[in-house]
């Protein structure tokens, strides 16, 4: 048996106790979490190919195609040359960014060479992948103040001291213009405008510059310097990452492989991209608490994209751990806490995050929220405004009132009713969102049988309280 299987049947054990209990998943991040660091070199190049097809979202032109090459490379005594190249497009770094890290750390401990490639030069023509319009390049100093905290966010899911850093300015700096005709000559346009963002920006008669056009050229020229067997990137790269097999080819050099990776989807649910500037993500500067707090907020569908995003679970560990909580047998809250606590445990170890599992119960398990200190809605002076409109224009919970209707839609909203016999908490369908304040928390409180005035009634979306008063 491998060490990975080792520890599979180890967790596999520890999956089918009480998630509940501190002790067990104590154990289970260790384990768990262990595997980051594990030697994967005793796996065959068929199962190093599954343990990297079982998170991406293609391989091209396939699985068999990456095991066949591993198998090659092993017979001449060496490693896969694998590339992952980064943009250094901001100082902070978030959960989502580290997906492609993960798994260039599988590859790592798989025994390939693997190079990181800081697009310094790149950066200066802005990535397109995605956008609606042109990126604003970026600056020598955009680009030092951006790599100097990088290294240091990532770090936990990533050793340094075993890859090569480059830079693409080495080989597209010296590029000469006759060099750059002669290569062009060989490209047809029409697969440059393949893309579709390319096509929905002309239609939309938006603007569209040649140095975006040439943008997936310099990124292939980057494969070709590097004799690339496999380069990754995320599934909005494909058009890029493909223009280097075809660079490749015509410099006389066997295509790379293909890998890409899903791109993730933010904690708030609504199915967009994680994003900074949708207030949508997890950064990894952020605190223990914070992290664990985060993940807690996120829908439950979510937790099967984020186990296997984040985790070094296997994809059995997952469907056990997803049956489970289909079957009943497992609370769905118990199992976001170990997925919040693995996040955790990858950025600052088990300790801390079984203290944030601690805090997070002490937190948001008490029986009152008396002692808790929540901001107050006045629901004389607000009490005809819809809850939606409270929640993002009084309140600042909510970035809009649609974001809002969101969160009832996800079963988010609730009113929370105090008395000294206990509390009850009541989810508000999404219909009543769009309802005056006052109204509902009268209907609500009538249909509890509490009278006006005899208890605290708070206001509840996700993990966020308010007090509502004047009822």
Known sequence: MTRLGESVARASELLTQDLSSDKTVERLLEETGSRRYLDLTDLSPTEQAELIASRTVEILPGAEELAKRIEERRGAGRGLAIKLGIDPTAADVHLGHV??????????????????????????????????????????????????????????????????????????????????????????????????DFRNRLAAGSGLTMSELLYPIAQALDSVALECDVELGGADQLLNLQMGRKLMELRGQRPQLVVTMPLIEGTDGTGAKMSKSKGNYVALSATAD???????????????????????????????????????????????????????????????????????????????????????????????????????????????????????????????????????????????AVRPLAEVVAETLAGTGAAPGSGTVYLKAGRKIAQVRGV
């Open 99 to 196: 997906v492609p890290m993960i798994i260039l750390s599988r590859f790592q401990r798989m025994g390939h060479d693997v190079t990181l490639l800081i697009g310094d030069f790149t950066a200066k023509i802005g990535d397109p992948s995605g956008r609606t319009a042109e990126r604003p390049p970026l600056t020598d100093e955009d680009i030092a103040r951006n790599l100097a905290g990088y290294q240091d966010q990532v770090r936990p899911f990533f050793d340094f001291e075993r890859v090569s850093l480059r830079q693409n300015s080495e080989w597209l700096a010296p590029f000469t213009f006759p060099e750059l005709l002669g290569l062009l000559s060989q490209v047809p346009v029409s697969q440059l405008l393949q893309r579709e």
């Open 290 to 432: 914070d992290v664990f707090g985060k993940i807690m907020s996120i829908p439950d569908r979510l937790m099967k994209p984020y186990l296997e995003a984040w985790t070094e679970w296997t994809d059995a560990e997952i469907a056990a751990a997803v049956a489970r909580v289909e079957d009943r047998s497992l609370h769905p809250m118990d199992l976001k806490k170990v997925l919040a606590g693995e996040v955790v445990a990858a950025l600052y170890g088990v300790e801390k995050a079984m203290a944030a599992r601690a805090g997070f119960v002490a937190q948001f398990s008490k029986k009152s929220f008396t002692d808790v200190e929540t901001p107050v809605v006045d629901a004389g002076e607000h009490g005809a405004e819809s809850i939606a409109t409270v929640l993002s224009k009084v309140l600042a919970f909510q970035p809009s009132a649609s974001a809002a209707r969101r969160v009832a839609k996800q079963n988010g909203l609730r009113l929370v009713i105090e008395t000294e016999s206990g509390q009850e908490s009541v989810v508000l369908p999404e219909a009543q």
